[in-house]
């Protein structure tokens, strides 16, 4: 199932005690627990551009168009336009811009629209401190306007290969668009702060969209992933993508661990879906089989899912006992896999326990709230934007007692 998304989502379903609503000091800490030893958190190499990605200040976006590129974002949004960018002091010249977003997320570039940068895509040369890409994400669909900044970070917490977030104020041939998450991309550049070999194959999974607007689900399957799309690396005719559905399509449910363990890394996938789970990222692949990346790791050959889009997370409704990803499907089925899942989803609430994931809502409110008043093209109201921001940081509070409620995990 694949949802579209209304102006002002409300995706946090949690009954909100009085002692939580509204609480700023004296707010009551994380249930702690004993910290189980699952993972190593930190990227292999220091990334060089965390002031990007810091909640230190809303940094300045300001994006020149060739001229002619507004109408040509009009007329194909999909297309890049030459474009120079400045953020904060530093320039990059001759960008490609357009506007990203699908089914739910798509706006045009009069309302809200979301931007991807290349740095490359129209033949510059330029980086941004070794950085060849950026994604300016605008949270129309995040109705707390932190949730790419909390989701993400549980997922880096967990050892998860996912993207940094900060935030910006974004102007267009000086028209104010508003205030936008700066989102990190995946690319080989995000893999060498992850892997000490990034030459491996990266593929995007998410979903294959038609001419009519309807969709097809990407997994691995023999029906639908000839629409897998390589982003980096080796062309090899989806060979690694079919490894991984040939060991699916052999595995009984007690072979899963050892068949489906030889070409995907089961711990990753096990943190990976733990989180999707934890986080009630209900657009997931672990859950309607949407917003991910697949990295095949030079070093072992198997296969690594990345996490994309939480901006819809923090869903209660999220169907925990029923996954919809054929490796979830299939690591449930196997008892050794399936005590990894839920090992890591133990961890997962030791990790946010021990974080500083409350005090980031903190400081991200009141760092973007000015700017929310401001925001000339948003589409959810202040009250409703704090509101949201209230009932995230109930759910960092209550969820581990929550899952235990949960029959079938």
């Known amino acids: 199932m694949f949802f ?19 609480r700023e000091e004296g707010e009551p800490s994380l249930d702690t627990g004993e910290p189980v030893d699952l993972i190593e958190a930190a990227p292999v190499k220091p ?10 200040q809303v940094h300045q976006v300001s994006l020149s168009l060739a001229p002619g590129g507004m109408e040509s974002l009009r007329a194909d949004p999909r297309t890049f336009v030459l474009a120079d960018l400045q953020i904060d002091d530093r320039v990059v010249h001759g960008i490609g811009v357009r506007i990203k977003g699908r089914l739910g997320s798509l706006r045009s570039i009069d309302q809200k629209a979301a931007l991807k940068l290349d740095f490359n895509a129209m033949g510059g040369t330029e980086k941004l401190e ?82 009519d607007g309807h969709y097809t689900l990407l997994d691995f399957d023999s029906s639908v992933q000839q629409w897998i799309e390589l982003d980096s690396g080796t062309d ?53 089989i949407n917003n991910y990346r697949i ?26 006992e029923s996954p919809s990803g054929r490796l979830a499907r299939a690591c449930k089925g196997d008892a050794t896999c399936h005590e990894r899942f839920l090992t890591a989803l133990d961890a997962t609430s030791s990790w946010v326990a021990q974080s500083d994931l409350m005090e980031q809502i903190r400081t991200a409110s009141t760092l973007i709230q000015p700017y929310i008043a401001q925001d000339p093209r948003r589409e959810t109201d202040a009250a409703s934007i704090q509101s949201c921001q209230t009932q995230l940081k109930a759910w960092l509070q209550m969820r581990r007692d929550r899952l235990a409620d949960w029959s079938g995990l």
């Not at 579209?4 to 949690?14: G, K, Q, R, S, Y």
């Open 4 to 22: 579209l998304i209304a102006c002002n989502p409300t995706p946090l379903e949690v009954l909100l005690p009085e002692a939580v609503e509204g």
């Open 47 to 56: 990334p060089e551009t965390d002031w990007i990605f810091s909640l230190d």
């Open 236 to 288: 090899v005719a989806l060979a690694d993508i079919g490894a991984v559905t040939t060991a699916l399509d052999g595995a009984r449910a007690n072979q899963v661990d050892a068949k489906v363990g030889a070409v995907v890394d089961l711990d990753e996938f096990a943190r990976m879906w733990a989180v999707d789970a934890w986080i009630g990222h209900y657009d997931s692949y672990s859950y309607n």
């Open 130 to 211: 070794g950085l060849k890409a950026l994604n300016l994400n605008s949270m129309v669909q995040d109705c707390s306007w932190v949730h790419e900044r909390i989701g993400y970070g549980i997922y880096r917490g967990m050892g998860i290969p996912a993207p940094r977030v900060g935030y910006a104020w974004v102007t267009v041939d000086d028209q104010p668009f508003g205030l936008y998450t700066i989102v990190e991309e995946y690319d080989k550049t995000f893999l060498e702060s992850w892997y000490d070999d990034s030459s491996g194959n990266l593929y995007d999974a998410d979903y294959k969209l038609w001419p």
């Open 295 to 320: 990295y095949f790791d030079s070093t072992d050959g198997k296969a690594d899912l990345f996490p994309w889009d939480p901006d819809w997370a923090f869903y209660e409704a999220t169907p925990l």
